[in-house]
């Protein structure tokens, strides 16, 4: 499984744009990266998904370099409310493969 | 569609006790996860279930926990006995079996062990 290495936590003020980079060197072939949130009391909620370049829905965007060695996730303007834990993953969900979850990062928006 | 589903909500027992915990994957989720959570970590995968077999049960404690999903659909997650450092957030997940599909969690239930 691969291993991810994410800061333990950041701060923001609010409306600013926030990039939580994830490092993951030995990532595999068949792996892609998926970013998870969560709340206080709430289980984590995923964000997005990608395998290489960019991706981008209506809450995130995801970006990954060629060598797939690391990823950032980006969080645009931000309010009070993204305040949580994210969570980088890379491996495979679904059929016989599985994630690990790391400690994640700490976000804490700031008024 | 309906999310994962997952009782009870809260659980406080004595050391020694035996607790269970159910879950309700989303309709046709063929896999699905048990992960116990600490609080100031993340979740770490107790066992994982495709339909009703298992495929991952390596940081199972069986000397104390054991999980079944009869019918490949609802599952359970038994302790007994329970020890004070089982007080954490177990959560339920459900994916689907195809492609990379992510992670849909529940809620979780919070355990307090006196």
């Known amino acids: 499984l691969a291993k991810t290495t994410q800061p333990i936590s950041m701060d923001s003020y609010e409306g600013q744009e926030v990039n939580i980079t994830c490092s993951h060197n030995?990532?595999?072939?068949?792996?892609?990266i998926t970013w998870y949130q969560q709340f206080p009391s709430q289980g984590p909620r995923f964000i997005i998904q990608?395998?290489?370049t960019k991706v981008t829905n209506e809450v995130a965007s995801l970006f990954i370099p060629a060598d797939r060695k690391s990823s950032t996730l980006s969080l645009p303007r931000v309010s009070l409310s993204d305040t949580a834990v994210y969570y980088c993953?890379?491996?495979?969900?679904?059929?016989?493969?599985?994630?690990?979850f790391g400690t994640g990062t700490k976000l804490q928006v700031i008024p | 569609e309906a999310g994962v589903a997952q009782s009870p909500r809260y659980k406080i027992i004595e050391k020694r006790q035996s607790v269970a915990f159910w879950c309700n994957p989303i309709s046709g989720h063929a896999t699905l996860y048990w992960y116990q959570q600490i609080l100031g970590q993340g979740p770490k995968l107790l066992i994982q279930f495709q339909n009703n077999g298992v495929v991952d049960d390596s940081q199972l404690p069986k000397d104390r926990f054991s999980a079944e999903r009869l019918k490949g659909v609802d599952s359970t997650l038994k302790i007994q006995p329970a020890k004070l450092e089982d007080s954490a957030v177990y959560l339920c997940a459900s994916s689907n079996f195809l492609g990379n599909q992510p992670q849909h969690f529940g809620d979780g239930t919070r355990l307090s062990i006196l």
């Open positions: 990608g395998y290489k």
């Open positions: 993953l890379v491996g495979a969900s679904g059929g016989y493969q599985k994630v690990t």
């Open positions: 030995n990532i595999a072939t068949n792996d892609y």
